[in-house]
């Protein structure tokens, strides 16, 4: 019996918490700690694979992502036992693809050969600016040089590198971003994510502006043109936006973020992981405890930290699965919407958004334009109330 997840198919995600220093606009879980045995992490983290299997049986996986946090600074000995628990637990074929995300010090570039080793076929590199005094803003700790070899060393050592920018930074022109980008494309790059800044609360950038201290952030006109100047650069380059913040050259999608956006099935293990599974044929929302020091100690001593927080209605899943597929350039598979909610999407709202250059129908998909991906919750807004 087919089920929805099928779709989109199956990955695992492995959150590592873990990094040298926070940077002021991130507000993901990720966490400064001066000495970590990474012997007993191995250990809970396989603990937890386990149990995850028990609820996903006789799966295919598609991909396996180590994200965090910064992943790079795992023991590429733990990164090879996790790679190995997967494949004793579920099947997984040759051209899996196998994604940690890195930052590019030369301490971590240093360990590239050897995550070659454990397994790892594709980096995901956050370099973030390619200029050192906006990097010291963002509170990296390497440099353009750095990075930019950094990277050579990636391709040296992987098939598949992608590189992460974030455009609309304090005292950035349009004409810095379009020569910013133009240079990172010369690094024969396949895939790029490009994300705009935006402040978050709890994060010391949101501290700074609450206080009206981050200055030079650009106007919502400046973000815009630096949004299309994004789209227009990247498509010259034949690197086109298959969703709103990721381009890449055709076959090189990343295939995990695929599965979250076609609203697949995906294990989360480790501190404060997320994740999607349909276990006997409901899809259900899974979460784990965010703090590293409960995440251990809940492991070690009950076997698992990983829980089921809810289960999903079909109409809950009709609204996530829009959510996600339309910020693909493929869009929304009307027919899976209907037999998800039980009913169509409005005609009438669709035309109304179809007048305004905001979406566009073709065939049985629904496709956010280059407009409306610009306005995109209030597309979706629009369409779900």
């Given at each position: ?5 099928q ?32 012997s ?42 996790i ?5 004793k ?53 390497h ?29 950035q022109?349009?004409s ?8 990172a494309?010369?690094?024969a790059?396949?895939h ?15 501290e ?16 815009a043109?630096?949004?299309q ?51 006997d044929?409901i ?36 609204e ?7 910020r ?24 109304d ?33």
């Amino acid at each position: 019996m087919t089920e929805d997840w099928q779709n989109g198919g199956f990955g695992i995600y492995v959150h590592w918490p873990f990094c040298q220093s926070k940077c002021p606009y991130c507000d993901f879980n990720s966490h400064v700690r001066q000495n970590i045995d990474h012997s007993v992490w191995k250990d809970a983290l396989l603990s937890e694979l386990r149990h995850a299997a028990l609820l996903t049986p006789d799966r295919s996986v598609q991909s396996i992502f180590f994200g965090g946090g910064t992943p790079s600074l795992m023991a590429p000995e733990t990164v090879g036992a996790i790679i190995d628990e997967v494949a004793k637990l579920w099947h997984i074929g040759n051209d899996v693809e196998v994604t940690l995300e890195a930052n590019p010090t030369s301490i971590e570039a240093g360990k590239f050969a050897a995550f070659n080793t454990a397994g790892i076929n594709r980096v995901s590199m956050g370099a973030q600016a390619l200029n050192d005094r906006d990097l010291q803003r963002l509170g990296r700790l390497h440099t353009a040089a750095e990075a930019i070899q950094a990277f050579d060393i990636a391709k040296e050592n992987f098939k598949r590198v992608s590189f992460d920018l974030i455009y609309a930074r304090q005292d950035q022109s349009l004409s810095d971003w379009q020569a910013e980008l133009t240079k990172a494309l010369g690094l024969a790059i396949d895939h790029l994510s490009l994300y705009q800044l935006t402040i978050e609360n709890g994060t010391r950038f949101g501290e700074l502006y609450d206080r009206g201290k981050l200055l030079g952030l650009p106007d919502d006109g400046l973000a815009a043109d630096m949004y299309q100047a994004t789209q227009d650069i990247c498509a010259t380059a034949g690197l086109n936006a298959y969703e709103v913040s990721n381009h890449a050259k055709a076959g090189s999608e990343s295939r995990h973020n695929l599965i979250y956006w076609r609203y697949g099935d995906y294990v989360g293990i480790g501190p404060g992981a997320h994740g999607r599974i349909t276990h006997d044929g409901i899809k259900q929302a899974t979460e784990a405890l965010r703090s590293p020091e409960d995440w251990l100690n809940t492991v070690q001593n009950k076997g698992s930290s990983f829980v089921i927080t809810d289960k999903i209605s079909k109409t809950d899943q009709a609204e996530e699965y829009l959510m996600m597929s339309l910020r693909l350039s493929e869009g929304t598979d009307l027919a899976r919407f209907k037999t998800l909610s039980g009913c169509a999407l409005d005609t009438n709202k669709i035309d109304d958004l179809t007048s305004l250059n905001l979406v566009q129908k073709t065939d049985d998909r629904l496709i956010a334009t280059s407009k409306g991906r610009m306005i995109l919750n209030s597309v979706l807004k629009e369409l779900l109330t």
